[in-house]
């Protein structure tokens, strides 16, 4: 039985076999819809989603499966103490794969350590986010047509962005990728991402706290939220929040086909002036993100 914890649990190949599926299915979705027939997938969101809950359950919807769960940890009997353990447990019983959300890192793994069906993790507290990667991944092979060769800008919440580690680990094993880190002083990548992933493997990156001064260089420009859920007083916060801002000045020096990106949900981070640029993707990233995760389901229950 596979799980899917972190972005790295998948070989290139198999990244590859999931784009090649998404792709299949977006040309011909009809050939899919009845491939989960009878099985269901349950999300158990101890955390606040809107897409990738949603994008997990439309996703097995049309695929002519299932959907239960909940979508927060005070609607389940986490309110009454149960452990994560205990809840899988009980889950395992009445679902054929788990999608889970949980504000602590490491929760999917003890997760899958008790379960009797497949853990997806959507997600644990400020570590990784692996489907979000998928949705990134496809975004990146449909406007850039391969992953080789970018040079891909990361800006803003570097430090709690689990969005962040995990594009960051599964972009870093194609030749010629490039970062450009840029954040403020405080919200800088991780030691343990940027020694283990970066600096282990070789790969050239530079720190910097100038988005305008970065930009004629890139070829993705990543922006994320500052992630407030997670920081340990409202005035770091509220003095950091708006470090980044994106308006269509900024890209006045960016290349004609960069490619803008964001996870979402975004906050102050990019001006809605700029969602009619051509070359902002962040909506097309969550359709993306709803075929990658059929093609995950599919894998993942070994449906052919
Ligand atoms: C991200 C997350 O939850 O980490 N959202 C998402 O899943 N698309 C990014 C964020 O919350 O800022």
Excluded at 244 to 269: F, Q, S, W
């Amino acid at each position: 039985m596979r799980h899917l914890l972190d972005i790295l649990d998948l070989t290139t190949e198999e990244i590859g076999q999931l784009i090649n599926t998404a792709c299949d299915i977006i040309d011909d979705p009809d050939k899919y819809a009845e491939k989960c027939r009878r099985r269901k997938l349950a999300t158990l969101f101890f955390e606040p989603s809107t897409r990738t809950r949603l994008s997990f359950e439309a996703a097995m919807y049309e695929l002519g499966g299932s959907v239960l769960g909940f979508s927060s940890s005070s609607s389940s009997s986490t309110s009454k103490g149960e452990s994560v353990s205990d809840t899988i447990k009980v889950v395992s019983c009445y679902a054929d794969i788990i999608a889970m959300r949980h504000p602590k890192e490491g929760a999917p793994m003890v997760a899958s350590m008790v379960s009797g069906v497949p853990i997806i993790n959507a997600g644990d507290g400020g570590h990784n986010h692996p489907t979000q990667t998928l949705a990134d991944l496809l975004t990146i092979y449909r406007e850039k047509g391969s992953f080789e060769n970018l040079t891909v800008g990361l800006c803003g919440d570097l430090k709690f962005g689990r969005t962040v580690h995990s594009l960051i680990n599964a972009m870093s094993r194609y030749s010629g990728v490039k970062f450009v880190l840029i954040s403020p002083e405080e919200l800088k990548l991780p030691d343990y991402v940027t020694n283990n992933v970066l600096v282990k493997n070789n790969i050239e990156f530079e720190e910097t706290t100038d988005l305008l001064e970065a930009m004629p260089k890139l070829d993705i420009l990543y922006m994320t939220r500052v992630q407030r859920e997670r920081f340990f007083n409202e005035q770091d916060y509220i003095r950091l929040k708006d470090s980044y801002i994106l308006t269509p000045d900024k890209l006045e020096g960016a290349k004609k086909d960069l490619c803008i990106m964001h996870p979402l949900p975004r906050v102050n981070e990019i001006s809605v002036a700029v969602d009619n640029d051509p070359r902002a993707c962040y909506f097309k990233q969550v359709l993306n993100g709803k075929y990658m995760r059929m093609a995950l389901i599919l894998k993942l229950l070994e449906v052919e």
